[in-house]
């Protein structure tokens, strides 16, 4: 080929290569073809590389002269294969997949969090400006934490094991968040304020309103007197900040082991504001979860001097309260996890 004559007259050579490249892409009959000639002549590998190679050889004032040569024909080479592509009709595709950068992205999908959970933020991040911290603890109990430190006596029907899911003798899956008032007051010394947002277990027969899994969250406030009005207080506050109006809260009377006095806490309908609705049941009231003064005997388990201090605790339903601000008729959807539902929500 021309390559091996670069050293001698290289002018000439490029002259012999220009002749033979261009007839020989004059003459080609398919695209293909014009291609291979292209590559062959103009490619890294190319014979017109082969021929540059030479241009080191020469004498340095010869260089310039012989440099401009191969470009003038490197550009007619160029466009010999211009007007073949032409005649032949265009250049090949190459092999494999093309990629066209200019098109959109294929947008991937994004999670999104799960309704309960999103609910759950906005009760953290409204008694985190009352001043609350939240605590946690294991859902796998012991009989102490889950009954026996909440004053929740061997014969109380909760300790029934048809009402709790146990594992073995003395270990369960926590029925309730007040698990936790027990392990944040037997390691730490009063004052405090926290809520524990969690999960929770019974054996529950499974319908639009019950689940053997759901959520509360579990508030406790422990400090020198503390009083019933400061409870009531705090439940207004929240509420208020919770459903972003003036709410009307009323304590009903009722029983738990672990705290005295203890009261139901009912929500003045937000949706319909008293006259009943969907959501309330037709009665004006929502029933948000029970409370109270922790009971002396509570104190005296964790070792908490109940003549120095007082101390009001809560505990609500988070999927209710997710289920009314949602609309969402049937509890279960909130355990299916069918992305179709979840996908409603938000990224949240
Ligand atoms: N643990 C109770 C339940 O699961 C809810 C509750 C009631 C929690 C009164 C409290 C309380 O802290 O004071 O039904």
Redesign the pocket.
């Known amino acids: 080929m021309t390559s091996d004559a670069a050293g001698n007259d290289l002018t000439r050579d490029l002259e012999t290569f220009r002749q033979e490249a261009t007839e020989k892409l004059a003459s080609a009959t398919s695209a293909a073809e014009v291609d291979e000639l292209r590559i062959g002549y103009l490619g890294k590998k190319g014979a017109l590389k082969g021929v540059l190679r030479g241009l080191g050889k020469l004498p340095p004032e010869q260089r310039a002269a012989a440099g401009a040569a191969a470009n003038l024909v490197k550009t007619a080479i160029e466009e010999a294969v211009a007007t073949a592509r032409e005649r032949c009709g265009g250049p090949v595709a190459k092999a494999g997949p093309t990629l066209d950068v200019t098109l959109p992205g294929s947008p991937a999908p994004i999670g999104s969090r799960h309704p309960v959970r999103q609910v759950a933020r906005r009760l953290i991040h409204i008694f985190h400006n009352l001043g609350f911290a939240v605590a946690d603890g294991p859902e796998v109990e012991d009989e102490w934490h889950n009954f026996i430190g909440l004053n929740i006596p061997p014969d109380h029907i909760a300790r029934d094991p048809s009402e709790s899911f146990y594992i073995e003798d003395d270990l369960l899956l926590r029925?309730?968040?007040?698990t936790v008032?027990i392990r944040v007051m037997e390691n730490r010394e009063p004052p405090f304020r926290i809520i524990a947002p969690g999960r929770?277990y019974r054996p529950d027969t499974v319908d639009a309103s019950h689940s053997f899994q759901f959520h509360?969250i579990?508030?406790?406030m422990v400090e020198e007197g503390v009083t019933f009005g400061d409870l009531k207080t705090t439940l207004r506050l929240f509420f208020r900040q919770l459903f972003q109006k003036e709410v009307e809260l009323r304590l009903r009377p009722s029983f738990?082991p672990?705290?005295e006095p203890?009261a139901e806490v009912d929500l003045r309908c937000p949706f319909c504001g008293g006259p009943g609705c969907k959501t309330c049941g037709r009665k004006g009231w929502i029933e948000m979860?029970?409370?109270?003064m922790v009971d002396p005997n509570v104190f005296e388990a964790v070792g908490i001097d109940p003549d120095r201090y007082t101390g009001?605790?809560?505990?609500?339903g988070i999927d209710r309260m997710t289920m009314a601000f949602y609309d969402i008729p049937d509890i279960r959807y909130l355990f299916e996890n069918d992305v179709r539902f979840l996908d409603q929500f938000g990224i949240g």
């Open positions: 029925s309730q968040t007040s008032q929770v509360q579990e508030g406790l738990f672990f705290t203890s979860g029970g409370c109270g009001f605790a809560f505990g609500m």
